[in-house]
């Protein structure tokens, strides 16, 4: 009891120096922290922009020597998928699209992108319908001029009256908007909402062309990715003749599992480096601690000629130091916790805090450090000889 | 058998170089329980090195050392550490008090080294402060003390440890003559008690009150009054013939 209290005496005399001697722990623990945070903050930024694209997609990719069989393979692998893998998959689209003005009375909008796709688009990606109906398979087969508006198309080109019904104009052609989408990205120009979609059997008509390079198979759950792209393969392989064609098939999540496995290997990186702040810290500590040892020397003379053991003393500066240690931890965890928050919000939007995993990581880290730290100028303490001790000043 | 028992006892400091000092020239020295000794000399004349051998703070260069009959160059430090505790109290020149602590838990502490409960400690303490009437001082810090009542408090922490050998090195050093009288009179007290007072100092006066004087000059001991016209050893009867 006493020991705490003479550590705790100790620590408050000294205010500043204490606070300075804490001060490399504490930038090292806010390093820590706010750099995880960070890069978990950037990891979701991302993570939610790669579910705005929909995720657990198969990309079928083809290269094809006469474009016609496109038209032919893009049916048959809507079929496969919405029969023999009606249980996994939940929808097959193509993925092709292309930049054409949107026009509507005097009003024109440039950045648009016009997405080709089958009946299962908006389940493909990731768009829900709002208003009206979606495109049809009767549209696919009739290539009807219908069109489903993006909720910034909705917005900029019908501000005051309901799109459904009306004409508008893409790339030259008269198409009947049929249904609008609901808003799924900010809603901005450019954005996915700045997008229509029209059936993919127009592509001669619009594209001038039979060209589709790649189809969509929207997986139902990510355990079964594995299973759908072997069972693709396998299809494809008794499909598609080599003379006319090759096919490829690729996961469409690893560009997500890719960025989080690099954001991890980031983050383990970047902890390393503050790390190095919190180790250059606790060199601080001990660096303190011996010179308290050597204000103290008389103190441990006295304490040593009226019987103190070894591990008394070892005690009492062991305490000391991680007191200072764990103080400085705490400290650090509150600003981590603090400019993280802000920081956050500043750069993703988002309150982001520090995974309690990594703050308790922090505050043990540091704790240990102190500790370790301490035990050298403890152990030099206790083995002061107490005539030496007491002839010091 | 002694309580302490120094034989044939050398202490050198940078032996084999030209500075080489020997602070203690072979020192043999016996006390019996219960005496009031006075070691006596000049500065430099090794009297504080004895006291810092006798009372287990250093260790000699040659030559034993018996406490108790037993060799303390055996001793391992943690029997060291248990000597101090409970074997041999300290006053001190400087006093010595820990300044962070109160002046009661200053005289508490060495009980604590004793794991004696706490209330235990607390009223030992208090006991003691007011034998050295300084009771009223108790919850202060040792820095708002004068140095004749810091001196009180350090002969209480001696007193509460109720260890059987006193050692005091200058205890009146810093005191004017009237507080000095004062701590030697505790001291005599303590004595009447039963304890084994050694007392260090350079003034022949205080000295005096003591039952037994050792003069210290050189390293050497020139006379004990012991053995002033009893038994005059061949060393000590130099040192008579010489002073």
């Given at each position: ?5 003479m ?17 490399g722990?504490?930038i ?13 903050g ?38 496969y998928?919405n029969?023999?893998?009606?249980d ?23 950045s ?87 059936p ?22 990510s ?35 890719e ?52 591990r ?5 500066f ?76 | ?8 006892v ?85 006093y ?44 202060a ?20 440890t ?5 050692m ?54 020139v ?21």
């Amino acid at each position: 009891m006493n020991s705490l209290r003479m550590a705790l005496d100790s620590i408050t005399e000294k205010k500043g120096r204490s606070f300075l001697t804490m001060l490399g722990i504490i930038i090292g623990v806010t390093a820590v922290l706010v750099l995880v945070a960070m890069v978990t903050g950037y990891n979701s930024d991302m993570t939610a922009y790669y579910e705005k694209l929909g995720v657990n997609k198969v990309t079928v990719k083809m290269t094809w020597y006469d474009t016609s069989r496109a038209q032919d393979m893009m049916a048959q692998l809507y079929d496969y998928g919405n029969v023999e893998l009606s249980d996994l998959v939940e929808g097959v689209s193509p993925d092709l699209s292309t930049r054409l003005p949107l026009q509507y009375g005097n009003v024109t909008v440039d950045s648009s992108t016009i997405y080709l796709g089958s009946d299962q688009f908006s389940i493909c990606s990731n768009y829900t319908l709002d208003k009206g109906r979606d495109i049809l398979p009767l549209d696919i087969e009739n290539r009807s001029m219908v069109c489903v508006l993006g909720s910034y198309l909705a917005d900029t080109l019908f501000p005051y009256s309901d799109p459904i019904g009306k004409t508008v104009t893409i790339g030259g052609n008269p198409f009947t908007v049929v249904g609008t989408y609901y808003q799924k990205d900010g809603g901005t120009d450019g954005s996915m909402d700045d997008g229509a979609v029209i059936p993919y059997s127009l592509n001669r008509k619009v594209l001038i062309s039979d060209w589709i390079d790649s189809i969509i198979l929207k997986v139902k759950t990510s355990k079964d990715m594995d299973t759908v792209m072997d069972r693709v393969e396998l299809w494809l392989a008794e499909a598609v003749d080599s003379a006319v064609g090759e096919c490829e098939v690729e996961n469409g999540n690893s560009a997500m599992t890719e960025s989080n496995d690099e954001m991890t290997s980031l983050s383990v990186v970047l902890g390393g480096i503050a790390s190095i702040a919190l180790l250059v810290g606790g060199i601080g500590i001990m660096n303190i601690m011996l010179v308290t040892v050597t204000e103290r020397t008389r103190e441990i003379g006295i304490k040593k000629s009226i019987g103190a053991p070894r591990r008394e003393i070892i005690g009492q500066f062991l305490l000391e130091a991680g007191i200072l240690s764990s103080l400085g931890g705490l400290v650090g965890i509150g600003l981590g916790f603090a400019l993280s928050a802000v920081l956050g919000k500043v750069m993703y939007d988002i309150i982001v805090f520090p995974s309690t995993l990594i703050s308790v990581g922090a505050f043990a880290f540091s704790l240990v450090i102190g500790v370790v730290f301490g035990i050298y100028p403890a152990v030099k303490a206790s083995n002061l000889q107490p005539v030496d001790a007491l002839r010091a000043d | 058998m002694s309580l302490i028992e120094i034989k044939d006892v050398y202490k050198i400091y940078n032996e084999g170089r030209e500075s080489q000092v020997n602070a203690l020239d072979g020192v043999s020295l016996t006390i019996d329980q219960g005496e009031f000794v006075a070691i006596i000399g000049t500065s430099g004349s090794g009297k504080s090195t004895m006291m810092n051998i006798l009372g287990c703070l250093d260790i000699p260069t040659r030559g034993t050392y018996l406490l108790d009959g037993e060799p303390v160059a055996e001793k391992t430090s943690r029997e060291l550490e248990l000597l101090r505790s409970r074997r041999i109290s300290f006053i001190f020149q400087g006093y010595n008090l820990i300044p962070s602590l109160k002046v009661w838990e200053n005289v508490a502490l060495p009980m604590t080294y004793q794991h004696i409960p706490y209330s235990e400690r607390k009223r030992r303490a208090m006991e003691a402060l007011e034998a050295v009437d300084i009771l009223a001082k108790a919850e202060a810090k040792p820095g708002q003390l004068s140095g004749g009542q810091q001196q009180r408090v350090a002969i209480a922490r001696a007193m509460a440890t109720r260890s059987p050998v006193l050692m005091a090195d200058e205890p009146t050093g810093a005191l004017d003559s009237r507080t000095g009288a004062q701590v030697l009179a505790l001291m005599r007290q303590l004595n009447a008690q039963g304890t084994t007072v050694i007392l260090i100092t350079h003034d022949n006066g205080i000295a005096a009150q003591a039952d037994r004087t050792v003069r210290v000059m050189d390293g050497h001991i020139v006379h004990d009054s012991l053995w002033d016209g009893v038994l005059v050893p061949e060393e000590a009867s130099l040192g008579v013939r010489a002073s």
